[in-house]
């Protein structure tokens, strides 16, 4: 958990359907949405690893942001480290963007991966090469460019590593 002077608490957890009716308003925009998933979306894909971690950011216990870390066949694709998570459909809800949750987030993914999956030392990723803004972001939050790139389905996506 991580706070600042507003009294505000961040926090990660493992979805649950208690967090469904927030879920269900959550918004991004259709030029966003060009990058990543809505949450429910990818939390109810079939093609998704069974062992696959849903996680959302909560913001004074009241869900903001999402992303996956998943492994299986498509993490493969991005390393071949078997204790490496691809973290995946990461987003801030529309209404709460601008306010510095996605690079707290980031910054609290380390300890909770730690505490929750501790055989993983390296979460993955792939950013979009038209997706400037978070590339930046993850390079900001400790995610290393090795120059390697992944053909994704709407282009090529910089590989990016974080340490656990």
Do not use: C, W
Not at 40 to 58: D, Q
Not at 97 to 114: C, D, M, S, T
Not at 156 to 162: K, N
């Amino acid at each position: 958990m991580l706070s600042n002077s507003l009294k505000t608490s961040i926090d990660l957890v493992e979805y649950t359907t208690e967090y469904f009716e927030y879920l269900s308003d959550y918004y991004l925009p259709e030029e966003q949405l060009q990058f990543t998933k809505m949450p429910l979306e990818k939390i109810n894909e079939t093609n998704i690893s069974k062992t696959a971690k849903h996680v959302l950011i909560l913001e004074n216990g009241v869900p903001v942001g999402y992303f996956a870390l998943e492994d299986g066949e498509k993490l493969s694709k991005y390393s071949q480290n078997t204790n490496a998570r691809l973290l995946t459909a990461f987003s801030i809800d529309f209404k709460n963007q601008g306010k510095g949750l996605a690079k707290i987030a980031l910054q609290l993914l380390p300890e909770f991966v730690k505490n929750t999956l501790s055989e993983i030392d390296e979460i993955v990723l792939g950013v979009n090469q038209n997706n400037v803004p978070a590339y930046n972001l993850y390079l900001k939050t400790g995610f290393i460019d090795e120059n390697e790139f992944y053909q994704g389905p709407k282009g090529p996506q910089h590989i990016l590593h974080l340490r656990v």
